[in-house]
């Protein structure tokens, strides 16, 4: 897809004008569940939001509720998979907001299956979306950071990367890869004021989980996947997005290569 901004320039030029001093987070992977989550959030905590995503009306519909609610927020379109879609986000976040302090990396892809199970196609699209995504973005924003001093970055990551799992084993692995590449980014910035950490969550109700399933069969579908669950239920997004929230605030100022399973106790045993 090609990258453009979904907001009118219009009314990107009006967000950046409100703006004033506000913070301004980058949030990918932002048109629904655990993404949208974290923008609702952030704009409680009175970010500017630069939203990231593939669909187009999602996007835009997740704009104008927010700013029915006063939140200074655009979205921009793009497919992640773009290596040139990195520098052009940065770019457009700084002439939307002309600054950036946190970067929220949560796009990705789920894929099912065995190593046997798994094509070529399949492992690299669901590591380019899951790994190399969150690598190329952070790497393009760190020198903005150091230039300011400081900034935040918070990867969405999966409990799935704490653990082994049956039956996911492409997803599992790019999963695994967010945190170690987490601890290791941690340890290369720390000392420029740049905190990276990630958020690990279990089974939470997204559209992602049981997928395609609607109704009395989705609701008896999350209640099996609760049960082996220590809480007895399955996570809900404003599970993991106050913990986000929390890992971009200044409670969370000496925190950093951390990663946190929000996960109802689920990698505890």
């Known amino acids: 897809m090609k990258n453009n901004t979904i907001a009118?320039?219009?009314?990107?030029?009006?967000?950046s004008s409100n703006s004033g001093t506000k913070q301004c987070a980058i949030v990918t992977g932002a048109?629904?569940?655990?993404?949208?989550?974290?923008?609702r959030a952030l704009a409680a905590q009175g970010f500017a939001?630069?939203?990231?995503?593939?669909?187009?009306?999602a996007g835009q519909a997740l704009v104008d509720?927010?700013?029915?609610?006063?939140?200074?927020?655009?979205?921009?379109?793009?497919?992640?998979?773009?290596?040139?879609?990195?520098?052009?986000?940065?770019?457009?976040?700084i002439a939307a907001f002309g600054r950036v302090d946190v970067l929220i990396n949560n796009a990705g892809l789920l894929s099912r299956g065995s190593a046997e199970e798994t094509s070529d196609v399949e492992?690299?699209?669901?590591?380019?979306v899951n790994l190399g995504s969150v690598f190329r973005l952070s790497r393009a924003v760190i020198p903005l950071f150091r230039a300011q001093s400081g900034g935040v970055i918070v990867n969405i990551a999966s409990d799935w990367a704490l653990v082994g799992a049956k039956g996911a084993v492409a997803y599992a692995v790019?999963?695994?890869?967010?945190a170690q590449l987490t601890r290791c980014m941690a340890l290369d910035h720390a000392?420029?004021?740049?905190?990276?950490?990630?958020?690990?969550?279990?089974?939470?109700?997204?559209?992602?989980?049981?997928?395609?399933?609607?109704?009395?069969?989705?609701?008896?579908?999350?209640?099996?996947?609760?049960?082996?669950?220590?809480?007895?239920?399955?996570?809900?997004?404003?599970?993991?997005?106050?913990v986000a929230a929390f890992l971009v605030s200044d409670a969370a100022g000496y925190m950093t290569g951390t990663l946190i399973p929000v996960d109802g106790g689920a990698t505890a045993g």
């Open 123 to 128: 492992w690299d699209q669901v590591m380019d």
């Open 8 to 15: 009118s320039t219009a009314a990107s030029s009006s967000s």
């Open 174 to 178: 790019s999963k695994a890869a967010v």
């Open 191 to 242: 000392h420029e004021g740049i905190r990276i950490n990630a958020v690990c969550p279990g089974d939470t109700d997204t559209p992602m989980l049981a997928a395609g399933v609607n109704g009395d069969e989705r609701i008896a579908t999350l209640a099996e996947y609760g049960a082996s669950i220590p809480m007895g239920r399955v996570g809900t997004t404003e599970d993991i997005a106050r």
């Open 49 to 57: 939001l630069f939203l990231v995503g593939r669909r187009e009306a």
């Open 31 to 39: 048109t629904s569940g655990i993404g949208a989550a974290i923008a």
């Open 65 to 93: 509720a927010l700013r029915a609610e006063g939140a200074v927020v655009t979205f921009y379109a793009v497919d992640l998979s773009d290596k040139a879609a990195p520098e052009a986000i940065i770019e457009a976040a």
